[in-house]
């Protein structure tokens, strides 16, 4: 079974940089494709970022360009969100979940927070 | 960028009964395939979304039949025909047609 697994969330200052990562196993890794979604404690879902296959197919949300980057690292199965410039507002939760025109499996999620 | 704007339900539902939700798209996702990516996904208190329906109507392996979904073009729905307890969370929907992808707002399931 396809299991995802999140690590790296922490506390930042706004400005700051995390580096979040997600372990992948279960399945085919260099078949499948990758989103990163968030969500604020009693909020709701909001996706950031996707890589596809190849790591020219990155998409990502208006509200991350240009301070985030996805990317993936085919031979270790992992998948990882680099985080720059961080805001009040990137508070939550990271969550990393598989699909292209469904998002299937999702791991369990790590908190980021970013405060003064 | 594509909005959802999903509907509340009035009111908790009672046990052994249906329930709608209403998902409605600010444009067509209708993709160049012909093919329309609207999904559903349940979550759980403290849990991960979970992702019941995609594809419109299409229901996941596992998932319990009381669960559907339909709709076309910019208007879907996630009907439960008949509400359990281990139905309570919160619903979205999400489209994967276009980039950016984007979820609705979300809608709570309570027991009355």
């Known amino acids: 079974e396809l299991h995802l697994v999140e690590s790296g969330g922490n506390w930042a200052q706004p400005g700051g940089s995390l580096r979040l990562s997600c372990a992948a196993s279960?399945?085919?890794?260099?078949?499948?494709?990758f989103n990163w979604v968030r969500q604020v404690p009693g909020k709701g879902l909001e996706w950031i970022a996707h890589v596809g296959l190849y790591t020219q197919n990155i998409h990502y949300a208006d509200s991350v360009l240009g301070r985030f980057t996805v990317s993936r690292d085919n031979a270790r199965h992992l998948i990882f969100l680099q985080m720059h410039n961080l805001r009040d507002e990137d508070t939550g939760v990271y969550s990393c979940?598989?699909?292209?025109?469904?998002?299937?499996?999702w791991g369990q999620g790590v908190r980021v927070t970013v405060s003064s | 960028d594509i909005v959802l704007t999903q509907t509340a339900l009035s009111s908790p539902v009672t046990l052994g009964q249906p329930a709608s939700i209403s998902c409605r798209s600010s444009?067509?996702?209708?993709?160049?395939?012909?093919?329309?990516?609207l999904s559903w996904l349940q979550q759980r208190p403290g849990q991960p979304p979970r992702l019941l329906i995609y594809?419109?109507?299409k229901r996941l392996s596992g998932v319990p039949d009381r669960f559907s979904g339909s709709g076309a073009v910019t208007d879907f729905t996630l009907r439960i025909s008949r509400v359990e307890a281990e139905d309570v969370g919160v619903y979205y929907c999400m489209q994967a047609t276009h980039f950016p992808r984007s979820f609705g707002q979300g809608t709570e399931v309570e027991i009355k």
């Open positions: 279960g399945f085919t890794f260099s078949d499948d494709t």
């Open positions: 444009e067509s996702l209708v993709g160049r395939s012909g093919n329309t990516h």
């Open positions: 594809d419109v109507s």
């Open positions: 979940a598989s699909g292209l025109t469904f998002l299937d499996h």
